[in-house]
T-cell receptor, first 110, second 113 residues
């Protein structure tokens, strides 16, 4: 079945760039998403990329998609302490339901 | 435009009791999805509903769990005879049409004692 994998933990210093990686298995994925979850909160949609795109930039966020390798990354420039959270990669196809990774916990040290 | 609303935010039940979780989608959204998040894990799809219809319940446990989305009112996820393993965060998402971006509610955190 479909699978989405992420590394569990990333620690960076404030002001540095963060890169969170994700791999997926479903080659028919139409959209790939990044969601942010703060402690005790719901999921906030950060950005998404359509499968026929290679890159999408939105302010401090850059999403890169390598469809051949089924690899997705989220780069956060100038990481701030407020960026500390769990980041989920998710893929969606015509099946409608999203398949989520287990999340990457980003810790930003001052 | 209010986002997806879920209530209650926290729910405590004893083993064997029933849990009812409610979800009001964003205005103009007629598609609702329920996901479950176990501690330290990602979200797992449970069920997808459109007004008065269950479209996909492939992620729903076969027993004790049911969902509905009536013509009027919120979507309800019902768990009968809860067990400790049901303790989790239950998230609802909505979208205006099928296959469009899903927006999530704040979740209901269920604790079964």
């Amino acid at each position: 079945g479909e699978d989405v994998e992420q590394s569990l933990f990333l620690s960076v210093r404030e002001g540095d760039s963060s890169v969170i990686n994700c791999t997926y298995t479903d080659s028919s994925s139409t959209y790939l998403y990044w969601y942010k979850q703060e402690p005790g909160a719901g999921l906030q949609l950060l950005t998404y990329i359509f499968s026929n795109m290679d890159m999408k930039q939105d302010q401090r966020l850059t999403v890169l998609l390598n469809k051949k390798d089924k690899h997705l990354s989220l780069r956060i420039a100038d990481t701030q302490t407020g960026d500390s959270a769990i980041y989920f990669c998710a893929e969606g196809t015509g099946r409608r339901a999203l398949t989520f990774g287990s999340g990457t916990r980003l810790q930003v040290q001052p | 435009n209010a986002g997806v609303m879920q209530n209650p935010r926290h729910l405590v039940r004893r083993r064997g009791q029933e849990a009812r979780l409610r979800c009001s989608p964003m205005k103009g959204h007629s598609h609702v999805y329920w996901y479950r998040q176990l501690p330290e894990e990602g979200l797992k799809f449970m069920v997808y509903l459109q007004k008065e219809n269950i479209i996909d319940e492939s992620g729903m446990p076969k027993e004790r769990f049911s969902a509905e989305f009536p013509k009027e009112g919120p979507s309800i996820l019902r768990i009968q005879q809860v067990v400790r393993g049901d303790s989790a965060a239950y998230f609802c998402a909505s979208s205006p049409r099928a296959q469009e971006t899903q927006y999530f509610g704040p979740g209901t955190r269920l604790l079964v004692l």
